[in-house]
């Protein structure tokens, strides 16, 4: 018996070492990332249903008036970032450094449908892009600055599916006109005092354009009563005449460069006036005037992320920042001209962790420094508020610390100081500088979440929202 089991022992050690050597072996040569996938915005293929075209849509459709509101001359702030295209208040109004013992001075508020979409003001009356949830709607609607009461809305039904939220873009408006860009492509021009329909444009249909995942993020332009919008499709850049919805120009799209999440942002380089674009695919500049009106003056593909929010910070000496997240990082742009033609080079090139980057809002360029957030992948510093020379974005000057952090919210500069929103709502007043941040006061401003729709402030008003609610604070200095 003993025989047999030392048999038996003999037998069965060399075949667990055999046995263990081959799992060692499976363990240490095994690669078990072969199989897995990088997760991208739009692998979940989120993004297939926006390529349905839909036939039906009639662009302003259906008009609602519902009384007859007060002009206030001066009180403006027309469109995306503002009449400078900086998002600096320039007023001179003083506002708050702290907000009232009893609270914020909320002087009314609407219920939205969800989306980050923000509004314009113009001569006292707001106007906000918003999708009509229960009506299956987008909805221009217009409001009183001081009293909130809705004025009249344009609206045209179309289909949509929450997203990460549904409305995304800011109206630009002007004296005569309001031009908006609904989630799907829908770009439709209303006489901005009547509401009264100009005209319509779908550009899926009519350019093949692939509304970016999450819907459309861009805000339209309106350039001497001539709307520019970015179409991506077969073509890159087109503008339409504001009064007859004309196409006055357009520009080829040989690269097939897709619409992005960015704006398009004016720019002069000595005696050329241009639009800038950061579009999927590559950064370009495109003339905006004379017998080239419409053709590409120069363009890059050397920083080209798959997704891109913040638009382009146009700088002095020809110079450009972009930025984009979701480990993109930033890169600084220089414009030279040589024997009559335009070329650009990225003198600056660098990720999140290395210095000034943002995922959603676009920095603020102030007296020589760029003011932004930084993304979640910025190491330390995420979701920080910094500081950094505007030709060196690497070297960061200035944090808010580890106890002020912001997330994906907005920011806006008036009255010499920051007014910085988090996701959650809660608004932040804080003077900064390459030497230090200080916060003044700060408050939750309303209950919700993903408050990521860019601020505006006109005559001492601000508008704010959440992912559902719009509110107005009175935040003049008594």
């Known amino acids: 018996m003993n025989r047999l089991k030392n048999k038996s022992s003999s037998f069965l050690i060399p075949v667990l070492l055999i046995i263990g050597l081959g799992v060692m072996g499976w363990w240490f040569f095994h690669d078990p990332s072969s199989s897995f996938r990088i997760s991208v915005p739009g692998s979940d293929n989120r993004g297939k249903a926006l390529r349905v075209k839909q036939d039906s849509v009639k662009i302003g459709e259906f008009f609602t008036f519902f009384k007859t509101g007060e002009s206030l001359p001066g009180k403006n702030w027309p469109r995306f970032r503002g009449t400078d ?172 460069w897709k619409m992005s999440h960015s704006s398009i942002m004016p720019m002069t380089y000595g005696r050329r006036k241009m639009y800038v674009y950061c579009a999927v695919g590559g950064i370009c500049g495109i003339a905006a005037s004379g017998p080239d009106r419409g053709k590409i003056l120069w363009e890059t593909t050397e920083f080209s992320p798959s997704v891109i929010a913040p638009s382009p ?87 808010s610390g580890k106890t002020d952090r912001f997330g994906l919210g907005p920011y806006i500069f008036a009255d010499g100081k920051f007014f910085i929103l988090n996701d959650d709502g809660e608004m932040t007043i804080a003077k900064a500088s390459p030497s230090g941040f200080e916060v003044l006061d700060k408050t939750r401003i309303i209950d919700g979440q993903d408050s990521w729709g860019p601020l505006a402030i006109a005559g001492g008003y601000m508008l704010m929202r959440d992912s559902k609610t719009m509110v107005c604070l009175d935040i003049r200095k008594k």
């Open 85 to 256: 295209f900086d998002n600096i208040n320039k007023e001179n109004i003083r506002l708050i450094d702290i907000w009232d013992k009893a609270g914020p001075r909320i002087l009314w508020k609407v219920t939205l449908g969800e989306g980050h979409a923000a509004p314009a003001i113009y001569d006292g009356r707001v106007y906000l892009l918003d999708y009509d949830e229960t009506n299956r709607q987008d909805a221009l609607r217009c409001f009183s600055l001081v009293t909130g009461e809705e004025l009249w809305r344009r609206a045209y039904h179309v289909h949509l599916k929450r997203n990460h939220g549904l409305s995304r873009t800011i109206p630009a408006v002007t004296e005569k006109y309001v031009v908006t860009i609904g989630p799907r492509g829908h770009v439709m021009c209303v006489d901005r005092l009547t509401g009264n329909l100009r005209w319509g444009l779908d550009l899926i249909k009519e350019f093949n354009s692939e509304v970016p995942f999450w819907y459309t993020g861009q805000c339209p332009l309106v350039d001497h009563d001539t709307a520019i919008i970015a179409t991506g499709g077969k073509s890159l850049m087109i503008a339409i005449d504001c009064n007859t919805g004309k196409k006055v120009w357009e520009t080829p799209n040989s690269k097939n």
């Open 313 to 399: 910070v146009i700088m002095d000496q020809g110079r450009i920042f972009m930025t984009a997240g979701y480990g993109a990082g930033s890169a600084l742009l220089q414009i030279n001209e040589e024997n009559g033609r335009l070329h650009v080079a990225i003198i600056q090139k660098y990720k999140p962790m290395e210095g000034l980057a943002s995922e959603q809002q676009t920095p603020i360029l102030l007296k020589g420094c760029l003011y932004g957030i930084q993304p979640k992948d910025a190491g330390g510093l995420r979701n920080q508020f910094v500081c950094c020379k505007e030709g060196d974005g690497k070297k960061i000057l200035m944090s």
